[in-house]
């Protein structure tokens, strides 16, 4: 028996070797415990496995602190070329990201609120610890590093290891002053991501290359070289978001033949690692230095937007005021800054002499159109320029005043003149208008739904007009003369041929008109014959002009459009004018029914805002059986008047 | 190349290494390991202490110091890894007690034969451990023919050239 063990020692102790060490990884492969009760190795093997650390670290630890001393003397000291233009460059990189920064801050608020809505818990980073990396496994098989932080610093298991490229790994082995960091490349690693344009998630590990890979993926022809990968945030490890690298090729998994494993390229140059950052603290909000950044890059962000708007609303012709002071430059072609920063100023067109509707400043402001409306104008040469619906319900208001939508008396509006006397030129009879319709028997049901539209359409001066229509009218001017207003404006008003009680805007003037305005408006006083009690717009009075042989007071010119048709709820039904100029033509029935000769007392009364009643199509019950009181049928006989409170002697 | 040569008939008789050599070689090979691969990464395919196994186990001659030599620098090497201790210790322990058999039998002391050793070695060591981490850890583990012979070359290249360094230290017993 002492012979067989001196005979065959070397093997025997060979064999006892082998067998405690297998027993040794038998022990140490065991089922894992329960995450919250897991820890890496056992007592023994950790023991074992702090006694090599910290047999291998301090040689470690001093020829990394050998090293970097020496190149921190040479980066601190010598090598300083470059550094002041790397310097400025990096602060402009800085300006550039913070204005980047202020403009996602919104929108980070915003997912934070949204996530807060929905309970998500969502992980910032909180803070950060720096560690430098004094070796790694040595092997091919491990991707390990070995940084010089450990558990006296704070460092626990699982901390998920950072660089500002991407991530690095995480804390597999802590000990008291160095710790091990398994790097995503191991392929015992593990980490969810997701294809930032794809949105496939996966998990990430190392191939036997060392190669990061999302291992067994559904193909995809989206999948692309260079897609981004980012943390997905569901290993509980990793916060959401983090980069992790582009993707390098897509190869299909031996082992798994329909799947697909995507090679990364990681973010973070894992092979030249010196400084990494550990994630020791997580919450579910942005840390306070975080916000305050946030604030302030939001704040020169915002101050960056608005000089931005103020030099782009320099440059916008549209944006110039036309009631702004004329300047002696304004005719100027030199675009160049007067003080010399280099901002290019807003060219301007000079004067015309001639204006017409295509001299700058006469379109009107894509706002104040109704659609529609500025299309039949525009073809006729009519310059829709007050084509703003009308907000006021019809009246038969003694004061004839309709409010629109936007103030336009706040603005200079072309001077309402009657170019040739009582009667418009018969080329004015033709000429299609901008008008806000508003009640019942508009002629265009489309334009007239709810009983307030803007339509366009022929407008004859003394001639019927479409029952419940409010016109505008305006026309190029018959007469031009070098003057003052570009805009030529015709104001079908209430003398003439009209009937039916509805708001009219006219437009408003403003000036004195002088002899040959190029914008000569023609204002129909409302002395004339007219049968309606139109609200119409009384403008202001200051048009001294009376193209009615002057019998208009010129402190008072009402300017007044007057429609026909039936009267809005709680009007009275008002006959149509009683001179009719032959030729003219009108486009609603209603007022063709209506005799033109009789002639109506304008009877106006109060009619209070309320909302307009369409007055469509009469509904007739089918069944022969009288139609209840609602649905009587109208009579084409136009309906007594109620004297009105306050009627209107102007005729 | 007379340093690299090697007094075959008188080396094959006695040969015995300081202490402090004993022991700080392998650190001082686990630490190279450890600290280059960290700003070389290509220096990773260099397997020092499996190389400085084979030396002291073909230079002392004795099976069972190579076993127990190749054990320890194996843990040795285990703790520096994700994997479990044992891993390396198991490979290495065989490949000591190989070299140190070979050791009494051959002439060890000729760079031809440490060459050839160290590549079978070298791949042996390979093709154990792939065993284990493939059948007995199941992990994943690529075997590539190519890489593991240029790795095997690489090693040998290095080990004939460590193994002349290293027989400047022996001490010579008369």
């Known amino acids: ?651 | 190349m007379s340093m690299l040569g090697a007094a075959t008939r008188r080396d094959t008789e006695v040969q015995s290494y300081p202490l402090i050599v004993f022991i700080l070689v392998p650190l001082l090979a686990l630490g190279l390991q450890s600290f280059v691969s960290l700003h070389f990464p290509r220096f990773d395919i260099l397997d020092l202490p499996l190389l400085v196994t084979i030396y002291f186990a073909i230079s002392r001659r004795n099976p069972m110091v190579g076993t127990v030599t190749g054990a320890v620098i194996g843990i040795a090497q285990d703790a520096l890894t994700r994997q479990p201790l044992g891993i390396f210790g198991i490979c290495k322990s065989i490949i000591g007690y190989l070299a140190a058999s070979l050791g009494v039998r051959i002439d060890t002391e000729n760079h031809g034969t440490r060459a050839l050793l160290t590549l079978a070695f070298v791949f042996l060591h390979s093709g154990m451990y792939w065993v284990l981490v493939r059948r007995l850890l199941a992990q994943p583990y690529q075997w590539s023919w190519l890489h593991e012979s240029i790795r095997a070359v690489i090693n040998t290249v290095v080990a004939v050239i460590l193994f002349a360094l290293l027989d400047r230290v022996k001490r010579r017993e008369y």
């Open chain 1, 1 to 651: 028996m002492e012979s067989f063990f001196s005979r065959y020692k070397n093997a025997l102790v060979l064999i006892l070797v082998l067998l405690a060490q297998v027993i040794g990884v038998a022990v140490q492969v065991r089922r894992p415990l329960p995450r919250e009760h897991a820890q890496p190795d056992a007592g023994g093997v950790r023991l074992i496995r702090y006694w090599a650390i910290s047999l291998v670290s301090p040689p470690e630890r001093l020829v990394h602190w050998l090293g970097t001393s020496i190149l921190s003397v040479w980066d601190n000291y010598l090598d300083l070329i470059h550094v002041r233009q790397q310097n400025k460059n990096l602060e402009a990189e800085l300006r550039r990201l913070r204005i980047e920064q202020g403009g996602i801050a919104e929108d980070a608020r915003q997912g934070q609120r949204l996530q807060q809505l929905l309970a998500f818990k969502e992980k910032y980073v909180y803070q950060t610890m720096p560690a430098q990396i004094i070796g790694t496994s040595g092997t091919e098989q491990s991707r390990i590093l070995s940084i010089d932080k450990g558990a006296k610093d704070g460092i626990v298991v699982d901390m998920p290891v950072i660089t500002p490229d991407g991530i690095v790994g995480r804390i597999r082995e802590v000990f008291p002053h160095t710790s091990q960091v398994l790097e995503i490349t191991d392929p015992t690693s593990g980490a969810g991501v997701i294809l930032s344009t794809t949105r496939i998630r996966g998990i990430l590990r190392g191939n036997a290359l060392g190669q990061p890979q999302v291992v067994r993926v559904m193909p995809d022809d989206r999948i692309k070289e260079g897609e981004p990968v980012v943390t997905s945030g569901g290993d509980q490890i990793f916060p959401r978001g983090l980069a992790v690298g582009v993707v390098d090729r897509v190869v299909v998994d031996p082992e798994h033949d329909p799947l697909v494993d995507v090679l990364i390229r990681p973010a973070a140059n894992l092979s030249q690692l010196e400084e990494v950052l550990i994630i020791t603290n997580m919450g579910d909000q942005v840390m306070p230095k975080q916000k305050l950044d946030m604030i302030q890059s939001e704040a020169a962000a915002n101050a960056e937007q608005l000089k931005a708007s103020e030099v782009l609303a320099e440059r916008l012709p549209t944006r110039i005021d036309p009631d702004a002071p004329k300047t002696d430059d304004e005719n100027s072609d030199d675009s160049a800054d007067a003080e010399g920063e280099g901002i290019a100023r807003p060219m301007r067109p000079p004067s015309a002499l001639h204006p017409d509707r295509f001299t700058p400043n006469t379109t009107p402001t894509a706002e104040s159109l109704m659609p529609g409306a500025r299309l039949a104008p525009q073809s006729e040469g009519v310059l829709p320029t007050a084509a703003k619906p009308h907000v006021k319900a019809p009246s038969n208001d003694s004061d004839d005043t309709t409010q629109t939508a936007d103030d336009v008396p706040k603005k200079k509006t072309p001077e309402l003149v009657p170019d040739d006397g009582s009667r418009p030129p018969a080329a004015m009879t033709t000429r299609p208008a901008v008008s806000t319709a508003t009640g019942a028997g508009t002629p265009r049901p489309s334009t007239a739904a709810g009983g307030t539209a803007s339509a366009s359409r022929p407008v004859a001066n003394g001639e019927d007009t479409p029952t419940g229509t409010a016109v505008h009218a305006t026309r190029p001017p018959a007469t031009v003369t070098p003057g003052t207003t570009p805009t030529a404006t015709r104001s079908v008003t209430n003398g003439e041929g009209s009937a039916a009680g509805v708001p009219v805007h006219a437009a408003r003037p403003s000036a004195p008109v002088a002899a040959g305005t190029p914008a000569a408006i023609r204002s129909v006083p409302n002395n004339e014959a007219s049968a309606a009690s139109t609200a119409a717009h009384t403008t202001s009075p200051r048009t001294t002009t009376s193209a009615d042989g002057g019998n208009v007071p010129a402190a008072q010119p009402k300017t007044k459009v007057i429609v026909d048709g039936p009267l809005p709820s709680g009007g009275k039904k008002i006959a149509p004018p009683a001179a009719t100029t032959p030729g003219q033509h009108t486009t609603n029935t209603q007022s063709q029914h209506a005799p033109p000769t009789t002639p109506v007392p304008t009877t106006q009364r109060p009619v209070t805002a309320s909302p307009t009643q369409h007055k469509g199509p009469e509904l007739v019950p089918d069944d022969g059986s009288k139609p209840p009181p609602t649905m009587a049928p109208k009579t084409v006989k136009p309906q007594p008047q109620t004297p009105a409170p306050q009627p209107q002697g102007n005729r």
